[in-house]
């Protein structure tokens, strides 16, 4: 999973129908510091996340079709979680 | 996903099983302030109803060939959303 931070969101109207009702978050990188690690991807959102919010995002296929109880879904990014706080041991 | 700019359309002549009829778009990648970023790429439309000039979010991967009907398709990016706006927060880096 990789943590970024909402910057957007995207709206649009012909999509494929997986993507119907489902809301479309833009999220930047951001290494742990919370600064920009460069990149961007758009997910899913599940947890209800907005604009500002650094989130956990999952990247990865297999679990993004479980999150969503489906075989044949075409998402791989996910939204899963909403961070509070990141402690880097030093 | 990411974002992509339609810049043209690719029209082949034979296909494998399974991608006849399947739109191929030829895709510009933007980054996230929405400028052009790395080399085009072609992707199958799924939703049949992109063309030139329209911004579209596109799946890569083994991904992409499940937003196909049939699925069992080898294609690597495939279009999956026309984007009517992206709304990007004030300030955001």
Known sequence: M????????????IRHPFYAAKKLLVVDRIDVAGGPA???????DVVGAGVGETVLVL???????????????????????????????? | MLLGRVIGVVVPAVVYEGLIGT???LVQPLDKSGQ?????????DATRMAGPGELVCYEGG???????????VPVDHTIVGIVDAFHREEGAQ
Do not use: C, H, K
């Open chain 1, 2 to 13: 990789i943590i970024g931070r909402v910057a957007g969101e995207i709206t649009s109207t």
């Open chain 2, 62 to 72: 083994r991904e992409a060939a499940l937003a196909l009907d049939p699925w069992f």
């Open chain 1, 59 to 90: 990247d990865e296929g297999n679990g993004a079709r479980q999150v969503f109880a489906s075989t044949d879904a075409p998402v791989r990014s996910v939204v899963v979680g909403i961070i509070d706080r990141i402690d880097v041991t030093p």
């Open chain 1, 38 to 44: 460069g990149g961007y991807l758009i997910a899913v």
């Open chain 2, 36 to 44: 052009p970023s790395g080399r085009s790429l072609v992707a199958a």
């Open chain 2, 23 to 25: 739109p191929m778009l």
